[in-house]
């Protein structure tokens, strides 16, 4: 008897965890559903949008604004299971950004960027990334901290006001690259704000980790610095190492003839994955590993493909990080509606101080870094309309949303729930609002966009410690790195591919004159071309 009990038990149990994995797979299936439908109405809205030539209405504007929308309907409809699909789906926004959407768009950002002008600013960029941000979250801490203690706002404690001013400093690498993009804007400019967002990054979740759960007191200057340069450099290692070991193993394949496009796409395509996955769980920063896994790739593997895989990999490259970009941006939307937010305890103050400590912090990481900048070296001059355009495009999106929804965790006994529907409504502002004004600005101040050519003399006549320093990493590509991980340097090149070879792998310059004649080629698009691209990107999401 006993025994036959214990086994119904077991079958019940059995039973409702079946039952519980249907349910699941259920709630699943419905939260895809409403993804892909929102998806499918952006892109077509996008398309819709590029047809009128609106350029000031960006299209993450309008996939912000679509998931909104939606968001405030299934909320109005007021059913429970949908508002349980809502909730579900922030809840899983976290681990869905950061393993699966920020890789793909940074990765592709880091392989089709132009390093050139990457390069160039290297120096500027890193002290815009790591001095001003570490500025611009002191600041903000202080006047969100100062307010709430004289009672112009609501108050929140050193700590809370602290996470805050961490997770909100930092510019996002996705609302930059999305915007970005479709204003054509001066290359120059672009690299300088995309750049910073990609490394403030580090800097940003270093500060916020610090301030979570802070080291003990006797050591508490010096822990956070170590971590910091630590992160940094074994970021950058894992994502120089991968890309390495992958060039040098199609490099081989090439020089064997066993060249199997399926194996070439594949190991690309994995690369980035496996760098950031293995950064992340070595505590290391993933976003800055897969960044620079981009770019070695693009050096030192892509010369050793076949024309068919570059092709192939190129179209998967840029529609699966449109599909992430776009899926971003809905889930922003979506996040309005999808908790029930502390309005009433945030107050209507607070929100103000908030965008008023964020616009102070950006003007004195800008202004402050630029005016110094320009009198330290004379190649790297940045123009006050420059700076304008610099202060008003921070804008922030998914990743202090993703660190806002940690610290409703981190800080669920004080304010985090303050913290995450301020950050949102920042984020939602700066994507909408701010976005729109871009190209009314940018076009008052005169900036267009310019040619990379116009700037290839610039890189390599750059003088000073930080010129010295790019001037010995390309003749270390050029004399050592090139002959070791790409193919033409065996003598090997088969004819037809002469051309691909001397294209991809005679020097940085080459690769990127190559990148701006294609460039010009895909602006040159009929209407055939746009129902084509429509199509792709429809089969892209299903």
């Given at each position: 008897v006993s025994t036959q009990s214990t086994w119904d038990f077991k079958n019940t149990q059995m039973t409702t965890d079946s039952l519980n994995e249907g349910a699941s797979a259920e709630s699943m299936g419905s939260q895809i559903l409403i993804l892909l439908f929102l998806m499918l109405l952006s892109v077509v809205a996008g398309r819709i949008l590029k047809r009128l030539n609106l350029k000031f209405i960006q299209e993450s504007t309008v996939t912000t604004l679509i998931g909104i929308a939606a968001g405030g309907i299934l909320y109005c409809i007021k059913d429970n299971q949908i508002l349980s699909h809502m909730r579900s789906m922030q809840s899983n926004f976290v681990g869905l950004f950061m393993i699966f959407f920020l890789?793909?768009?940074i990765f592709e950002a880091g392989y089709n960027m132009n390093k050139v002008l990457f390069y160039k600013f290297m120096g500027s960029i890193m002290l815009f990334a790591f001095v001003g941000t570490f500025i611009a979250a002191i600041l903000t801490t202080g006047i969100v901290w100062l307010s709430g203690y004289i009672g112009l706002s609501t108050a929140l404690n050193f700590k809370e006001s602290a996470a805050f001013g961490a997770l909100i400093s930092s510019t996002d690498p996705v609302a930059v690259l999305a915007i970005f993009k479709e204003i054509h804007t001066d290359a120059n400019l672009?690299?300088?704000?995309?750049?910073?967002?990609?490394?403030?990054?580090?800097?940003?979740?270093?500060?916020?980790?610090?301030?979570?759960?802070?080291?003990?007191?006797?050591?508490?200057?010096?822990?956070?610095?170590?971590?910091?340069?630590?992160?940094?450099?074994?970021?950058?290692?894992?994502?120089?190492?991968?890309?390495?070991?992958?060039?040098?193993?199609?490099?081989?394949?090439?020089?064997?003839?066993?060249?199997?496009?399926?194996?070439?796409?594949?190991?690309?395509?994995?690369?980035?994955?496996?760098?950031?996955?293995?950064?992340?769980?070595?505590?290391?920063?993933?976003?800055?590993?897969?960044?620079?896994?981009?770019?070695?790739?693009?050096?030192?593997?892509?010369?050793?493909?076949s024309e068919p895989s570059i092709a192939t990999l190129k179209s998967a490259f840029e529609s699966v990080s449109y599909a992430s970009e776009t899926l971003v941006f809905l889930y922003l939307g979506l996040g309005l509606f999808a908790f029930n937010h502390s309005y009433k305890e945030m107050g209507v103050m607070l929100l103000i101080i908030g965008f008023i400590a964020i616009a102070v912090g950006r003007f004195a990481n800008v202004y402050g870094l630029s005016m110094l900048i320009n009198k330290c070296t004379q190649k790297t001059y940045i123009s006050k309309t420059y700076m304008c355009v610099m202060w008003v495009s921070g804008l922030r999106g998914a990743m202090a949303y993703a660190l806002a929804l940690k610290s409703f965790h981190d800080l669920s006994s004080g304010n985090g729930g303050i913290i995450l529907i301020l950050t949102l409504l920042i984020a939602q502002t700066t994507i909408v609002g701010v976005a729109m004004s871009l190209y009314p600005i940018m076009t008052y101040c005169g900036i267009k966009a310019l040619d990379v050519g116009e700037h290839v003399n610039e890189t390599i006549e750059d003088q000073g410690v930080c010129g010295t320093i790019?001037?010995?990493?390309?003749?270390?590509?050029?004399?050592?790195?090139?002959?070791?991980?790409?193919?033409?340097?065996?003598?090997?090149?088969?004819?037809?591919?002469?051309?691909?070879?001397?294209?991809?792998?005679?020097?940085?310059?080459?690769?990127?004159?190559?990148?701006?004649?294609?460039?010009?080629?895909?602006?040159?698009?009929?209407?055939?071309?746009?129902?084509?691209?429509?199509?792709?990107?429809?089969?892209?999401?299903?």
């Open positions: 890789p793909a768009i672009y690299y300088l704000i995309f750049g910073e967002s990609i490394l403030n990054d580090v800097l940003s979740m270093i500060l916020y980790r610090t301030i979570i759960h802070p080291y003990d007191i006797n050591s508490f200057a010096f822990e956070p610095i170590i971590e910091f340069i630590i992160s940094l450099v074994g970021s950058i290692a894992i994502g120089v190492a991968t890309g390495l070991i992958v060039s040098y193993m199609l490099k081989k394949e090439s020089l064997f003839g066993t060249r199997i496009q399926k194996v070439e796409v594949i190991a690309m395509c994995l690369c980035p994955w496996v760098t950031y996955l293995i950064a992340e769980n070595l505590k290391f920063t993933g976003i800055v590993s897969i960044f620079f896994n981009g770019i070695i790739l693009s050096h030192y593997a892509a010369p050793n493909l790019k001037k010995k990493i390309f003749d270390f590509h050029t004399k050592y790195m090139k002959h070791i991980f790409t193919r033409e340097a065996e003598g090997l090149t088969s004819p037809e591919n002469k051309e691909e070879s001397n294209d991809f792998g005679a020097s940085i310059l080459e690769h990127e004159m190559l990148s701006k004649a294609e460039g010009k080629k895909r602006r040159i698009n009929s209407r055939q071309t746009e129902l084509q691209c429509l199509l792709i990107n429809m089969l892209s999401i299903l």
